[in-house]
């Protein structure tokens, strides 16, 4: 009886076990809300989250891990894929690997990647997919989880399909595509400490556009090649961007560069986008990563959609996993390049001399006559497609440069500029006594201001700058960057005041805009008189602007106000920029 007992025991146990495994045969199968609903459908963050959970429960080669906060209070997660199953050390996996991120939801209405990684990370580790050997892939399963948690079925007016998404804007109502070297929100900064963290190669951010109609599901956004430079920039567009679109080819997906228009047929030609640093890829850039953004056609079927994005990404693993030790070459020379450089571009223009030629698939469109308002509107016409050559200008040529200083000095003061360049990594060294150099100073000396808002800006543009030499005590507790580091292009591209995206730019420097000490006209005007005599040539200099400048002559105020500025009396600190160039 006893016997007996036992081989039940044992039987029941095998039992168990084989129930256990038969659970785990059929979670393996882990399909999709976008699978279970033939296309229709996206997951929401909190399916997609527990997606990526089950998975990494089941495979070992598989890892989710919650970094840092969002401005939705839920933590940003990454998830990573090493069928090496050796950890998650990206530093020392970045000894013998190449790795790629994959960015998902940063416009949560555009889900197709969202969807699309949840699948190609399954196939990967069940088989269905060859499993990369060298390549480590990271996603960012929805990098807005405040505009994913905000689902509706309307905001997406062109769009066809899913039936609900997320909303353009994060729980603050920022659009993060825009927030990359501003980092105003929670998630930009989560994603900067990913970034340095990882490291990565080579970066996908999925996205979904409509700014014209043809033929095109999948279209590419590569960072722009002249921009990111050298042989790394050569590399992206005479080699990496052909080899994926015939690799797509070879699978019947056809693909074309971002179609740059608004309102009008793309036949008459196009121009390449300039990615700025504000952007996901122009970030990335500036750390020599080789980044493109996935734009699908929002006017084709969802299903379409996401099993084209589904194809483009296993086609980039592909090309990182053959191509891995030279990208990794590629991007050690590009550092090397770009810290040699004695002068660097901030403002870039289409090159005229230059251009490509795509054989595009369209669709015949023309203006008509609306008959809602009256005026012209464009109409495609679907019934006539066409493929015909259309002029793509796709090249770049520096419109103004700067002279690379040795490095820059910030005063203690300014510790949100400070905070930016620690978050992303910047090497500073600290002034340990009070110093006195020699260094270059810029005063602001035009600028111009948009007049609504952006972003949560106001934000700067056409800046320009007056440069002169001085000898300035520098106190205790300042800091120095040099610019022979890593982090040499964000230098640059930040603390420039003139580059598209400096600090200056975007309103950090702002209170040196504004004068704080003026004077009283009656008191003034006595001294003003006393300042001409005791100068003879600011009096000539004073009639001239009142001979020959009627406004000036016909301002008493704005005469005042010019003495005032050229005496003793006028503060240093208006329109002095607080950034200082060791040359």
């Not at 997919?129 to 905001?155: C, E, H, Q």
């Not at 251009?355 to 308002?373: H, Y």
């Amino acid at each position: 009886m006893k016997k007996f007992i036992i081989f039940l025991l044992i039987l029941s146990s095998c039992s168990e076990n084989s129930n256990k495994s038969n659970d785990k045969s059929s979670n393996s199968d882990f399909i999709t809300t976008f699978e279970k609903s033939n296309g229709l459908e996206t997951a929401t963050y909190e399916e997609t989250i527990h997606y990526y959970t089950d998975l990494a429960d089941n495979y070992k080669e598989i890892s989710i891990q919650a970094i840092g906060e969002t401005d939705s209070g839920q933590p940003l997660h990454i998830v990573t894929l090493n069928m090496n199953r050796s950890g998650d050390d990206f530093e020392e996996l970045r000894k013998d690997h190449r790795i790629l991120l994959i960015n998902n939801g940063i416009h949560p209405g555009e889900s197709d990647g969202i969807d699309a990684t949840m699948m190609l990370y399954r196939d990967i580790v069940n088989g269905t997919v060859d499993a990369p050997k060298n390549t480590i892939l990271v996603t960012i399963p929805i990098y807005n989880v405040g505009g994913s948690l905000n689902r509706n079925a309307g905001t997406r007016t062109n769009q066809n399909g899913p039936k609900e998404y997320g909303f353009r804007g994060n729980a603050r109502n920022y659009d993060l595509n825009r927030d990359f070297i501003k980092s105003d929100t929670k998630n930009a900064k989560t994603f900067a400490e990913i970034y340095h963290l990882i490291q990565p190669d080579v970066f996908i951010d999925n996205h979904v556009s409509n700014g014209a109609d043809y033929q095109y599901t999948l279209t590419h956004l590569f960072t722009q090649h002249n921009k990111l430079g050298g042989t790394l920039g050569n590399y992206l567009h005479n080699e990496m961007m052909p080899l994926l679109e015939q690799k797509l080819e070879s699978k019947s997906w056809d693909i074309t560069p971002y179609v740059n228009v608004f309102n009008r047929t793309p036949d008459s030609g196009f121009t390449q986008f300039m990615d700025s640093p504000r952007y996901s890829t122009g970030y990335t850039t500036l750390f020599n990563t080789l980044g493109m953004m996935v734009e699908t056609h929002m006017l084709k079927p969802y299903k379409q959609r996401v099993e084209g994005t589904y194809e483009l990404m296993k086609s980039m693993i592909e090309i990182t996993e053959a191509h891995g030790s030279r990208i990794s070459e590629l991007r050690k020379e590009q550092d090397r390049y770009w810290r040699s450089q004695t002068t660097y571009p901030i403002g870039w223009s289409v090159d005229t001399t230059q251009t490509s030629t795509l054989k595009f698939k369209g669709f015949e469109g023309q203006m008509i006559p609306s008959d809602l308002t009256g005026a012209q509107r464009l109409k495609y016409d679907r019934s006539k497609p066409f493929t015909k050559d259309v002029e793509y200008k796709n090249y770049f040529i520096p419109s103004s440069e700067v002279e690379v200083p040795k490095a820059y000095i910030i005063p203690q003061g300014w510790h949100n500029v400070i905070d930016m360049l620690k978050l992303n990594n910047v090497q500073i060294s600290t002034f340990e006594k009070d110093t006195v150099l020699t260094v270059e100073s810029y005063k602001i000396d035009d600028y111009k201001t948009r007049s609504s808002a952006y972003e949560g800006h106001y934000q700067h543009y056409n800046t320009k700058v007056k440069s002169t030499v001085e000898t300035l005590t520098f106190r205790k507790g300042d800091h120095l960057i040099v610019t022979d580091q890593k982090a040499f292009r964000y230098l640059l591209e930040t603390l420039e005041p003139a580059a598209p995206d400096s600090f200056f730019n975007w309103n950090f420097f702002d209170t040196i805009l504004q004068q704080k000490e003026g004077f009283s006209p009656y008191v003034w005007e006595d001294k003003a008189k006393q300042v001409l005599r005791a100068n003879p040539k600011l009096q000539i200099e004073y009639n001239i602007m009142i001979s020959y400048d009627e406004d000036f002559a016909n301002n008493w105020y704005a005469q005042l106000e010019w003495i005032h500025k050229k005496s003793m009396h006028y503060e240093k600190a208006h329109l002095q920029y607080p950034v200082y160039r060791l040359r």
